[in-house]
């Protein structure tokens, strides 16, 4: 299975003078062509002693502070992140031929924003939070769906949800991110921003072989 890319390049004179505002020109364009979920994403994070594990996770604000993300404190990812408070990111915008990589380290975000994004949550998604204890085995679905209405009963439609204690969101601070464009023969167009205090914007790019 091959696929020629034939996309225009990315060139550093069309670079936005840093990351986040490139980062939005790409993410609007994804969404403009139709893109499934374009704030979906890949979540790389590691253990103490440097096994991996990945899982596509849902953007859900993005701006100079860094990529944000909500999940169980206790899931795998946030244990993992607990001893190891580093991160990968991967936008695979595969329809453009577009990749975004953002690595950096993690920290999390305050319990009032994740109270304000939690608010915004439908119902459902609110008492879920609270019924799966993420990563965690399971008897099995029906253990899911007893906790569940049980929750449904305690909290009907309507009624406030409070903000799980173990529930929250984490920040990626970038301090590279790299755009990736597919081009004709394999020679992609790879640049990335690498923070630099002393560069203009606190920024500087550099092209990287394909």
Same mark, same amino acid.
């Given at each position: 299975?091959?696929?020629? @890319?034939?996309?225009?390049?990315?060139?550093?004179?069309?670079?936005?003078?840093?990351?986040?505002?490139?980062?939005?020109?790409?993410?609007?364009?994804?969404?403009?062509?139709?893109?499934?979920?374009?704030?979906?994403?890949?979540?790389?994070?590691?253990?103490?002693?440097?096994?991996?594990?990945?899982?596509?996770?849902?953007?859900?604000?993005?701006?100079?502070?860094?990529?944000?993300?909500?999940?169980? @404190?206790?899931?795998?990812?946030?244990?993992?992140?607990?001893?190891?408070?580093?991160?990968?990111?991967?936008?695979?915008?595969?329809?453009?031929?577009?990749?975004?990589?953002?690595?950096?380290?993690?920290?999390?975000?305050?319990?009032?924003?994740?109270?304000?994004?939690?608010?915004?949550?439908?119902?459902?998604?609110?008492?879920?939070?609270?019924?799966?204890?993420?990563?965690?085995?399971?008897?099995?679905?029906?253990?899911?769906?007893?906790?569940?209405?049980?929750?449904?009963?305690?909290?009907?439609?309507?009624?406030?949800?409070?903000?799980?204690?173990?529930?929250?969101?984490?920040?990626?601070?970038?301090?590279?991110?790299?755009?990736?464009?597919?081009?004709?023969?394999?020679?992609?167009?790879?640049?990335?921003?690498?923070?630099?205090?002393?560069?203009?914007?606190?920024?500087?790019?550099?092209?990287?072989?394909?």
């Amino acid at each position: 299975m091959r696929k020629h @890319y034939t996309h225009e390049g990315l060139v550093e004179e069309q670079l936005a003078p840093e990351p986040i505002g490139q980062f939005t020109r790409w993410f609007h364009e994804a969404d403009d062509a139709g893109v499934v979920e374009p704030n979906a994403m890949v979540l790389s994070t590691a253990d103490a002693e440097g096994r991996p594990s990945s899982r596509t996770v849902l953007l859900k604000g993005y701006d100079a502070r860094g990529f944000v993300f909500f999940t169980n @404190y206790g899931s795998r990812k946030g244990s993992e992140l607990a001893a190891n408070p580093h991160a990968a990111l991967l936008f695979p915008w595969i329809a453009l031929a577009r990749q975004v990589i953002v690595q950096g380290p993690v920290e999390k975000v305050g319990r009032d924003e994740t109270a304000a994004y939690f608010r915004t949550r439908p119902h459902g998604s609110q008492l879920g939070a609270w019924a799966s204890e993420q990563s965690s085995p399971v008897s099995g679905r029906e253990v899911l769906e007893q906790r569940y209405a049980e929750l449904e009963r305690r909290y009907p439609e309507g009624e406030g949800v409070p903000v799980p204690p173990f529930w929250g969101g984490y920040r990626v601070v970038p301090e590279s991110v790299e755009f990736w464009q597919g081009r004709e023969n394999r020679l992609h167009d790879r640049l990335r921003y690498l923070a630099d205090p002393a560069a203009p914007a606190g920024w500087r790019v550099e092209r990287l072989c394909p």
